[in-house]
């Protein structure tokens, strides 16, 4: 016999991964998130038994599977790639809507921005934010982020961009050689529940671990592995200083949910 409490609790399929905001596109079977506990143990008696324990240390993992191979992607969670591009020029005006934040930054899918028309609202009639005064733009990463003063945008609310940006005939990056920094980015996994709602996990601060690996096959598509080490935040809380989960309903995830 069944006993099911509530069935709204039972997680089905995966979600999506936001690197500082930006979405990294389709991913490719199961995404795991891992706390590691390691405990110090005291033993007494024979046989040994335990009569106390303590936690001393805490690990976090987030890995999950690429199958869009984006490489300004790649190149966002691999600091010690160097970008490399061929013959400059400069694209059309290009709209964009993205989640604005005070507590992060959320990166466009293009840098380097060579022209910033507009940020509005999506409102019926759109409100447009002033720069400096309700927000802040780093033009040569393509990031936006709100300031937490502006009475015109909520935390979390979608606007809709509207810039120019660097294009050329070739653009990727070099592997070797590089210094390894240590640069962070905040990774939230969104998974939209059954009933609408959104379970989201927040990691703080995250660096890439492990190996870089492509492989191609003659038959079959190509994945790229992901394995991410989830730093603790001291800025944080005790108890919340790896991350977050938390349920939303679907207005707080990006762009009002899917």
């Keep these: 016999m069944a006993f099911v409490k509530n069935a709204d609790d039972i997680l089905i399929g995966t979600g999506r991964v936001f690197i500082d905001g930006s979405c990294v596109g389709q991913l490719s079977g199961q995404i795991r998130s891992k706390v590691g506990n390691e405990w110090y143990k005291v033993e ?16 976090g993992e987030l890995a999950f599977n690429l199958l869009e191979l ?5 190149r966002s ?30 990166k466009l899918l293009n840098g380097k921005v060579t022209e910033l028309d ?17 927000f802040y733009f780093d033009r040569l990463n393509g990031t936006l982020f709100r300031k937490s003063e502006s009475t015109e945008v909520d935390e979390g609310e979608s606007v809709k961009v509207k810039y120019k940006h660097s294009t050329y005939t070739g653009s990727g990056f070099g592997v070797g050689g590089g210094s390894i920094t240590g640069n962070t980015f905040q990774v ?21 671990e492990g190996d870089f690996e492509m ?8 994945t790229l592995p992901v394995l991410l080490t989830v730093l603790a935040d001291s800025t944080k809380p005790a108890g919340h200083q790896l991350y977050r989960t938390i349920e939303y309903d679907a207005s707080a995830a990006p762009e009002g949910g899917w």
């Excluded at 984006?70 to 790649?74: E, G, K, P, Q, V």
């Excluded at 790639?81 to 964009?96: I, K, M, N, P």
């Excluded at 492989?215 to 190509?222: A, D, Q």
């Design 77 to 106: 969670i691999m600091p010690q790639f160097a970008e490399y591009t061929e013959t400059a020029g400069v694209s059309e005006f290009v709209e964009e809507t993205v989640p604005i934040y005070a507590v992060k930054h959320t």
């Design 70 to 74: 984006n490489l300004n992607a790649i």
């Design 215 to 222: 492989i191609f096959e003659e038959s079959s598509h190509t």
């Design 188 to 208: 939230e996994f969104w998974h939209k529940k059954t009933n609408g709602k959104y379970l989201c996990q927040r990691f703080w601060k995250c660096q890439v």
């Design 118 to 134: 507009s940020v509005k609202t999506l409102d019926t009639v759109p409100v447009v934010l002033v720069e400096g005064t309700d």
């Design 44 to 59: 007494a008696g024979f046989p040994a038994q335990t009569v106390k324990q303590a936690l001393i240390k805490e690990s």
